[in-house]
C-alpha cells in the first residue's frame, strides 16, 4: 500500500537542484573577486549589446520614432569605431552604490538635527553644507554610473569613499559661517580646515579610480584625452582644497568659503562638459536616472523624519487639536505630491546627450527647493501647535495691553485672574518634566507696584512672554542665539522672527520646487505635445504665485498696528495654501494626461489606416 505514496528524492538531488522540473531554494556562496575588474564589454556583450539595439528598432518604425532611429545608428557607429571603447552599462544601481547612498542620508538626518535654521546666517550655512555634500556625493555617482565594477581595488576605494561621508558627519556639528564667540569661532575655522582635507582625499581617491579606468582604456586613443582631463580636473580641484586648508589657518575667509563653491561648480562643469562631449563617457544608458530617483526619495525622507519628530513635538501634551491635525495631513499631502510630480513625469532615456546633462545637473538646484521645504513645513506644523495653545491665552491677555482689564482697577482681583490664567497653562505641560515652568511671582509684582499705564502694559506683556516662551520650550523651539538675553519679551521677539523666516524661505522653495519640477519636465521629455505644454506651464504658473506670496513680508505691507504677514502667520491656512496648489496642479496634471493619451491613441490608429 506504500507504493501510493510519491518516491522521496535523496537529500542531495534536493540541495543541488538536480530535478529540472521544480524551483528550488539556492543558497549563494561567496563570489570570487579579481584585484580588478575592466569597464570593458566583452565580444559576447558587445554582440547581445548590438541585437538588443536592432530589436527596439524593427519594433519602433513609426514616424515618432525617427529620433530612436538616428540616435541607434549613431551607437552603432560608435560601437563599430575601434579607437572608441564600449564601457559596460549597468542599467540599475549596485547594493555598495546604495549602500554609499546610506551615508548621505545619515549625514544629511545629523546636520539637520544640529543646525536648525532659525535666521539667514543658519539658512547660508545649511545650503553651504548641503552644496559640498550633494556635490561630492554626485562626484562619485558620475564614476559608478560609468565605471563601477565589483572588484577588490573598486571596494577598497569605496571604503575611503565611506570615510568620507563619515567625515563630514564629524565636521558637520561645527560648520557655521557666523558665530558669537571665539570659541564656537575656532572650532568652525577647525571645522573648514579638517573640510578641506576631507574635500582633497575624496578627490584624489576619484583620481585614482579614473587612472584605474584610463589604464584599462590605455589602447583606444579617443579616451586618452576625456579621461585625462577628468583626472587633471580632480586633482587640481584637491590641490584648491589643500591650499584653502591654510586660508582658514587663522581667521574665516569670506573668499576662501567662495573658492569651496567655485571649486566645487567647477569641477562638475568640466567633467560634464567633456562627458557630454564624448559619447562613450555620456550618461545615455547608465543608470544615473535611477541613482537621482533614490536620492529624491533620501531628501523626501529627510522631510518624513522631520515630520514624525515634529508630530512627537506637538503631541507632548497628549492634545491634538483640529487644526493640528490639519498640519499634519498638510504636510503629508505636501510631501506625497511632491513624489508624484516628480516620478509620474520621469522619461530620460531617449533624450539627447546634452540635454540629460543639464537635466542631471537641475536636480541640485532642485533638492535644495525640496529639502527646504519639507524642514518649513516641519517647522510650521510646530508653530501651528504653539498658536493653538497659546491663542486662547493672548484674547485674555489683550484687554489688559489696551488698558480694558475685565476685573477693573481692584488690584487683586487682577493679579489672581492673570495667575489663574497662566496656571492651566503651566500644569498643560508639567506631566513631560522637560521645562519647568516660569517663576512668575516677581512679574505678578511688578504689575502689582505699577503707578502708570505703560509700565502697567509693560508688565502685563513681559507675562504674556513668559507663558508664551513656556509653550515654544516645551516644544523644542528656541529663539536665535542673539535673542537669548533673559529678557522674555527679547525672546518672544526672536521666535516670531524665526518663523517669520521660515514663512519667507518655504513659500519660496514650495514655489520654485514647482518650477523646477516643470523645467525637468520639459528637459526630460523630448517631444511634447500640447497638453504637456499646457502643464508644464500650469507648473510654472502656480509656481510663481506661490513664491508671491512673500511679497506680504516686504515693508511697504507693514505697520506698527497689524500687517500681512502677521496677519497670515496666525491663520491656520499657510500649509492648506500649498497642500491646495499642489493638489490642483496633480489634478490638471492628470486631466492633461488622459487627454494626452487620447490624441496618441488617435494618431496612432490613423497610422494604421
Not at 483 to 503: E, M, Y
Request: charged share 20%; aromatic share 12%; proline share 3%.
Amino acid at each position: 500500500m506504500f507504493n501510493r505514496f510519491p518516491k522521496l528524492k535523496p537529500v542531495s538531488d534536493v540541495l543541488v537542484g538536480n530535478d529540472e522540473d521544480e524551483t528550488v531554494f539556492t543558497i549563494t556562496h561567496p563570489k570570487h573577486l579579481s584585484l580588478f575588474a575592466s569597464p570593458l564589454v566583452d565580444e559576447r556583450e558587445a554582440s547581445a549589446h548590438k541585437r538588443s539595439h536592432a530589436d527596439a528598432l524593427l519594433t519602433n518604425k513609426s514616424h515618432h520614432n525617427i529620433h530612436e532611429s538616428e540616435k541607434y545608428h549613431e551607437d552603432e557607429e560608435e560601437d563599430n569605431d575601434p579607437e572608441v571603447p564600449v564601457l559596460k552599462r549597468a542599467h540599475e544601481a549596485s547594493t555598495i552604490q546604495l549602500f554609499y547612498d546610506l551615508f548621505f542620508v545619515a549625514n544629511l538626518t545629523t546636520f539637520t538635527a544640529a543646525h536648525e535654521i532659525d535666521d539667514k546666517n543658519t539658512l547660508k550655512s545649511y545650503i553651504g553644507f548641503f552644496s559640498i555634500l550633494w556635490f561630492t556625493w554626485f562626484q562619485v555617482a558620475l564614476f559608478d554610473v560609468r565605471f563601477s565594477n565589483d572588484s577588490v581595488f573598486e571596494r577598497i576605494t569605496k571604503a575611503l569613499q565611506f570615510g568620507v561621508m563619515t567625515g563630514f558627519a564629524v565636521v558637520g556639528p561645527n560648520y557655521q559661517t557666523s558665530w558669537e564667540d571665539d570659541k564656537a569661532g575656532a572650532r568652525a575655522l577647525q571645522a573648514f580646515q579638517t573640510l578641506s582635507l576631507i574635500l582633497m582625499a575624496s578627490r584624489l581617491v576619484l583620481a585614482c579610480q579614473y587612472g584605474a579606468a584610463y589604464w584599462w582604456l590605455r589602447n583606444y586613443r579617443k579616451a586618452h584625452v576625456p579621461l585625462l582631463a577628468h583626472i587633471g580636473t580632480l586633482f587640481v580641484a584637491a590641490m584648491i582644497y589643500l591650499g584653502l586648508y591654510f586660508s582658514f589657518g587663522k581667521a574665516l575667509s569670506g573668499s576662501g568659503l567662495v573658492a569651496w563653491y567655485v571649486a566645487i561648480g567647477f569641477e562638475a562643469a568640466v567633467i560634464l562638459l567633456v562627458s557630454g562631449r564624448t559619447r562613450f563617457l555620456s550618461l545615455r544608458r547608465t543608470a544615473i536616472v535611477e541613482r537621482l530617483g533614490l536620492l529624491t526619495l533620501i531628501i523626501l525622507g529627510e522631510g518624513i523624519i522631520g515630520l514624525c519628530g515634529s508630530v512627537g513635538k506637538v503631541g507632548i501634551d497628549g492634545i491634538f487639536s483640529s487644526d493640528v491635525i490639519g498640519m499634519i495631513i498638510s504636510s503629508v499631502a505636501i510631501i506625497y505630491f511632491i513624489w508624484m510630480l516628480y516620478f509620474d513625469q520621469e522619461e530620460t532615456t531617449h533624450v539627447g546627450t546634452l540635454r540629460q546633462q543639464f537635466w542631471t545637473i537641475l536636480h541640485f538646484p532642485f533638492h535644495i527647493t525640496v529639502l527646504l521645504v519639507v524642514e518649513g513645513l516641519n517647522r510650521l506644523s510646530v508653530w501651528t501647535k504653539i498658536l493653538d495653545v497659546t491663542t486662547p491665552l493672548l484674547d485674555k491677555f489683550t484687554p489688559f495691553l489696551e488698558g480694558n482689564p475685565p476685573t477693573g482697577n481692584n488690584m487683586t482681583e487682577l493679579i489672581t485672574y492673570l495667575n489663574e490664567t497662566l496656571q492651566p497653562l503651566f500644569e498643560q505641560f508639567s506631566s513631560n518634566q522637560l521645562v519647568q515652568a516660569p517663576n512668575i511671582t516677581d512679574a505678578l509684582e511688578l504689575i502689582r507696584e505699577s503707578t502708570d499705564n505703560v509700565t502697567f502694559s509693560d508688565s502685563v506683556f513681559e507675562l504674556l512672554s513668559e507663558g508664551f516662551n513656556f509653550v515654544c520650550e516645551n516644544v523644542g523651539v528656541e529663539p536665535p542665539k542673539e535673542f537669548k538675553t533673559g529678557d522674555p519679551t527679547s525672546a518672544l521677539a526672536g521666535i516670531f522672527d524665526l518663523f517669520n523666516t521660515v514663512f519667507v524661505y518655504f513659500f519660496i522653495c514650495a514655489g520654485l520646487c514647482l518650477i523646477f519640477l516643470a523645467i525637468l519636465f520639459w528637459t526630460g521629455k523630448r517631444r511634447k505635445l500640447r497638453g504637456e505644454i499646457l502643464a508644464i506651464g500650469v507648473r510654472i504658473l502656480v509656481g510663481l504665485g506661490l513664491s508671491l506670496l512673500t511679497l506680504m513680508d516686504l515693508p511697504q505691507y507693514q505697520n506698527e498696528d497689524n500687517s500681512a504677514i502677521n496677519t497670515y502667520l496666525y491663520t491656520p491656512w499657510m500649509l492648506p495654501t500649498v497642500v491646495i496648489c499642489y493638489g490642483l496642479v496633480v489634478l490638471i496634471d492628470n486631466i492633461l494626461i488622459h487627454y494626452v493619451r487620447k490624441v496618441v491613441s488617435k494618431r496612432r490608429r490613423g497610422d494604421h489606416v
